[in-house]
């Protein structure tokens, strides 16, 4: 058995004020299969980017193993598939079997080893990766989210396949792929870093009932700070009026045992600094609280009310872009209050379908279309490469509200330094949230968000999904993560 030791890990990106990781230790072994959470911007890919060497940092990162990366770069992507993994897994021919055994896993033809790299799709060139990475021996693999290329079907044989492997860290949003395949989690937390055994289901019922156990337990510390500073106060105000009886009352002529007096005095004060430094102790135990739970606000949506029942209906419709037929004989309805997720292999249209509901006009149709007039749409694109500039400046480009849409990020994890920076210098996560943002700032009767949680991070994730079940908008959406179209869901259309 060999462990990844990390010791007093410190890094910060050059020009910033604030450490990503600060004095941070933690043991991994090198058998375990380790699913790795956090919020987005927390530090995930920069932390698999330090174990491979690529930043400078404080600390140490020590290890009997060699890391491998996933997504590595294909330097020739005109390659055959077969050479690719012969390259990077150092294969010989001889060990052609290895190979076999690891596309049947991933349910994959012998065929596409004879192909272009560049010509498989995006699912097939995320299994060939992985195929050309298991084989190389004594390393220990970083895999950065694999899922984003994967439609649903696909995920499940590559959980299957990594949960039939061991030794590697995974990133992944997706709950029910780390369920699947994952034996630790190491959560990067706001404070710390805590590695568990179990899966992620497991972590986060964890998570809720410390969670739960700390904002109990904090109301408590809160209630006796009160009460022992009013008994603080109450005890010295007696002393103090108890030392004052000494002397005696003027003009009485009685003379007090001062002695009994002062005694009685002392112990009143004593009490009070008893009582004070109970106090203390509260608030150094209160203090303690809190620090690993995770600022999730409600969101809310500005979903609007249409007169017609019935939004649009689609009957026998073919869709192309120019001369090429991208889907056909596509019939279905939206009524208000439909959920509608759009199910099927990558490449069969649905993204294409929500382009044309919203009106772009590259994309030509035939059959039977209609809408009804005066229809609000929200869009959120899959595409995030055009996003550049601050979010104020996006935000009157969008004529959104600008308080309303930063209150939003906010509730979505935004710290406030992050509202200066350029969007094009945001994660991927962070860069998706802020089109959630401006789609739930937007008045619409209908949304159609497509792959909506690409990158986004796992708490946000239940945070979206709890704020469309509370207020139920009328929603047509491409969603690969298996969870959340099973509990979002009341109309499921299947494309061929």
């Given at each position: 058995?060999?462990?990844?030791?990390?010791?007093?890990?410190?890094?910060?990106?050059?020009?910033?004020?604030?450490?990503?990781?600060?004095?941070?230790?933690?043991?991994?072994?090198?058998?375990?299969?380790?699913?790795?959470?956090?919020?987005?911007?927390?530090?995930?890919?920069?932390?698999?980017?330090?174990?491979?060497?690529?930043?400078?940092?404080?600390?140490?990162?020590?290890?009997?193993?060699?890391?491998?990366y996933?997504?590595?770069?294909?330097?020739?992507?005109?390659?055959?598939?077969?050479?690719?993994?012969?390259?990077?897994?150092?294969?010989?021919?001889?060990?052609?079997?290895?190979?076999?055994?690891?596309?049947?896993?991933?349910?994959?033809?012998?065929?596409?080893?004879?192909?272009?790299?560049?010509?498989?799709?995006?699912?097939?060139?995320?299994?060939?990766?992985?195929?050309?990475?298991?084989?190389?021996?004594?390393?220990?693999?970083?895999?950065?989210?694999?899922?984003n290329?994967?439609?649903?079907?696909?995920?499940?044989?590559?959980?299957?396949?990594?949960?039939?492997?061991?030794?590697?860290?995974?990133?992944?949003?997706d709950?029910?792929?780390?369920?699947?395949?994952?034996?630790?989690?190491?959560?990067?937390?706001?404070?710390?870093?805590?590695?568990?055994?179990?899966?992620?289901?497991?972590?986060?019922?964890?998570?809720?009932?410390?969670?739960?156990?700390?904002?109990?337990?904090?109301?408590?510390?809160?209630?006796?700070?009160?009460?022992?500073?009013?008994?603080?106060?109450?005890?010295?105000?007696w002393?103090?009026?108890?030392?004052?009886?000494?002397?005696?009352?003027?003009?009485?002529?009685?003379?007090?045992?001062?002695?009994?007096?002062?005694?009685?005095?002392?112990k009143?004060?004593?009490?009070?600094?008893?009582?004070?430094?109970?106090?203390?102790?509260?608030?150094?135990?209160?203090?303690?609280?809190?620090?690993?739970?995770?600022?999730?606000?409600?969101?809310?949506?500005?979903?609007?009310?249409?007169?017609?029942?019935?939004?649009?209906?689609?009957?026998?419709?073919?869709?192309?872009?120019?001369?090429?037929k991208?889907?056909?004989?596509i019939?279905?309805?939206?009524?208000?209050?439909?959920?509608?997720?759009?199910?099927?292999?990558?490449?069969?249209?649905?993204?294409?379908?929500?382009?044309?509901?919203?009106?772009?006009?590259?994309?030509?149709?035939?059959?039977?279309?209609?809408?009804?007039?005066?229809?609000?749409?929200?869009?959120?694109?899959?595409?995030?490469?055009?996003?550049?500039?601050?979010?104020?400046e996006?935000?009157?480009?969008?004529?959104?509200?600008?308080?309303?849409f930063?209150?939003?990020?906010?509730?979505?994890?935004?710290?406030?330094?992050?509202?200066?920076?350029?969007?094009?210098?945001?994660?991927?996560?962070?860069?998706?949230?802020?089109?959630?943002?401006k789609?739930?700032?937007?008045?619409a009767?209908?949304?159609?968000?497509?792959?909506?949680?690409?990158?986004?991070?796992?708490?946000?994730r239940?945070?979206?999904?709890?704020?469309?079940?509370?207020?139920?908008?009328?929603?047509?959406?491409?969603?690969?993560?298996?969870?959340?179209?099973?509990n979002?869901?009341?109309?499921?259309?299947?494309?061929?």
């Open positions: 058995m060999s462990m990844v030791n990390v010791s007093n890990l410190s890094f910060a990106y050059e020009g910033s004020y604030d450490n990503i990781f600060e004095n941070v230790s933690f043991n991994i072994d090198t058998t375990w299969r380790l699913g790795l959470i956090g919020r987005n911007g927390r530090g995930k890919t920069t932390f698999l980017k330090l174990l491979m060497k690529k930043y400078k940092y404080s600390g140490t990162i020590s290890s009997s193993v060699d890391f491998e996933f997504p590595f770069e294909v330097s020739d992507r005109s390659e055959f598939s077969m050479d690719i993994i012969k390259e990077k897994s150092h294969t010989e021919d001889y060990d052609y079997w290895k190979i076999q055994r690891e596309l049947s896993l991933l349910d994959m033809d012998e065929e596409v080893l004879y192909r272009p790299f560049e010509s498989l799709s995006g699912g097939q060139q995320v299994k060939i990766l992985l195929v050309s990475l298991f084989l190389k021996e004594n390393s220990f693999l970083l895999i950065d989210e694999p899922a290329h994967l439609d649903i079907k696909a995920r499940k044989i590559v959980s299957n396949y990594l949960k039939s492997k061991k030794g590697f860290i995974l990133v992944s949003h709950r029910k792929f780390l369920d699947n395949c994952v034996d630790h989690i190491l959560s990067i937390n706001r404070a710390d870093i805590q590695i568990q055994k179990g899966n992620f289901t497991s972590w986060y019922e964890n998570k809720r009932r410390q969670d739960d156990f700390e904002i109990a337990k904090n109301e408590k510390l809160k209630k006796d700070i009160v009460r022992l500073e009013n008994s603080a106060k109450q005890s010295a105000d002393s103090n009026k108890v030392e004052k009886t000494k002397n005696g009352t003027r003009n009485s002529g009685l003379r007090p045992d001062r002695g009994y007096v002062g005694h009685k005095a002392a009143m004060m004593k009490r009070s600094k008893s009582i004070d430094a109970r106090k203390q102790s509260a608030i150094e135990e209160k203090s303690a609280l809190l620090k690993n739970i995770e600022g999730v606000g409600k969101l809310k949506i500005r979903f609007l009310k249409h007169n017609s029942m019935r939004l649009l209906s689609l009957n026998g419709v073919s869709l192309f872009y120019g001369d090429k991208v889907c056909e004989n019939s279905f309805e939206v009524n208000q209050g439909d959920r509608i997720a759009l199910c099927g292999k990558n490449g069969c249209g649905k993204s294409t379908i929500l382009k044309f509901i919203n009106g772009d006009k590259k994309i030509t149709f035939k059959g039977d279309f209609h809408k009804v007039s005066n229809l609000k749409i929200s869009y959120v694109s899959q595409d995030t490469l055009d996003l550049n500039g601050t979010l104020k996006f935000a009157e480009s969008e004529k959104i509200d600008e308080s309303l930063k209150t939003i990020l906010r509730k979505m994890d935004f710290s406030r330094v992050q509202f200066e920076k350029d969007i094009s210098d945001f994660s991927e996560g962070q860069k998706k949230k802020v089109l959630i943002a789609s739930l700032c937007e008045g009767h209908l949304y159609l968000w497509d792959e909506p949680l690409n990158f986004i991070d796992v708490l946000s239940i945070q979206i999904e709890d704020l469309i079940l509370k207020f139920q908008p009328t929603i047509i959406f491409v969603e690969h993560d298996g969870l959340f179209t099973e979002i869901a009341n109309k499921i259309e299947y494309l061929k």
